[in-house]
C-alpha cells in the first residue's frame, strides 16, 4: 500500500505559485513529511519537512493541516529552474535512523 | 565545504561481470545509504551503512552488498550482473540517519 498519493505532472509559468499536494491517509503519529527536488541525471535534494501546521524556509513552504492526512508544498514565483520532479515521503526513525522512500514524484514543469 | 561525492560517474558493464561503486559522504556525516533508480521511477533503498555495518535494508537480492570503512566512506558491490541492474545508483548520506539527507550525483550504470 502506497504510503504517499501525488500528481504525476503539473504544468505553471513563470512567476506563478505552485502548489503541489499530498495525500498521506495512513500517516501515523511519528511520522514526518518531508519533500524531496530532483533534477534529471542528478540526486533529489531536500527541500523541506514538517511535522504539523506550517513550515517556510528560503525554498519553499510547507502546510500540513491538522489531520496531517495531506500536506501541500507551495513554491512561490516559480521559475524556469524549478522544473524537476518533487517527492512526498513520510516516514519516522525506523530502528534509530531515517530511510526515505519515494514514490514516483510529481514532474513540474514551468513554461516561460 | 564538498558534498556527497561518488565514483565513477558513468559506467559499462557485461552481464555476468561484478561492478563496485564508491560514495564519499558529506563532511561530518556517519550514515551512508544506496539507492537504485530506474528511468522514470523514485530511487528504491537498497541499504545503509553506520558503524561500518549494514544497519537496514531494503527488497535487494544478495548479489547486491556493500561496505563502509573507518572513514565513513562506503562502496556498493553488485556480483553476477544482469541487464535489469542499469540504473542510476545514489548515494546518500546523513548524520545519524537524521530526515535530512545529502544524495550526490550518482553513478550511472549500463549492464549490456
Known amino acids: 500500500l502506497a504510503k504517499t498519493t501525488q500528481p504525476i505532472s503539473m504544468d505553471s509559468y513563470e512567476g506563478q505559485e505552485v502548489n503541489i499536494t499530498c495525500s498521506h491517509n495512513n500517516i501515523a503519529t511519528n511520522d514526518y513529511i518531508t519533500w524531496y527536488q530532483q533534477f534529471p541525471s542528478q540526486g533529489p535534494r531536500f527541500i523541506i519537512q514538517?511535522?504539523?501546521t506550517k513550515v517556510t524556509n528560503e525554498v519553499a513552504s510547507l502546510f500540513i493541516p491538522a489531520d496531517r492526512k495531506s500536506s501541500t508544498l507551495s513554491l512561490p514565483r516559480v521559475s524556469l529552474s524549478d522544473t524537476a520532479v518533487y517527492y512526498c515521503l513520510v516516514g519516522d526513525k525506523t530502528g534509530g535512523s531515517y530511510i526515505p522512500t519515494f514514490g514516483r514524484g510529481t514532474s513540474l514543469i514551468v513554461h516561460p | 565545504d564538498a558534498g556527497v561525492t561518488q565514483s565513477p560517474t558513468h559506467l559499462i558493464k557485461t552481464r555476468g561481470q561484478q561492478v563496485t561503486l564508491r560514495c564519499s559522504p558529506k563532511?561530518?556525516?556517519?550514515?551512508v545509504s544506496w539507492y537504485q533508480q530506474a528511468l522514470g521511477q523514485g530511487p528504491q533503498f537498497i541499504f545503509q551503512?553506520?558503524?561500518?555495518?549494514?544497519?537496514q535494508r531494503g527488497n535487494f537480492p544478495d548479489r547486491f552488498s556493500g561496505h563502509q570503512y573507518p572513514n565513513y566512506s562506503s562502496e556498493l558491490n553488485v556480483n553476477a550482473l544482469l541487464l535489469g541492474d542499469s540504473a542510476l545508483y545514489l548515494c546518500?548520506?546523513?548524520?545519524?540517519?537524521?530526515?535530512?539527507?545529502?544524495f550526490g550525483p550518482g553513478t550511472r550504470l549500463t549492464v549490456t
Open positions: 563532511s561530518g556525516h556517519d550514515t
Open positions: 551503512y553506520y558503524e561500518e555495518e549494514e544497519r
Open positions: 514538517g511535522y504539523k
Open positions: 546518500a548520506s546523513s548524520f545519524q540517519g537524521n530526515y535530512e539527507q545529502y
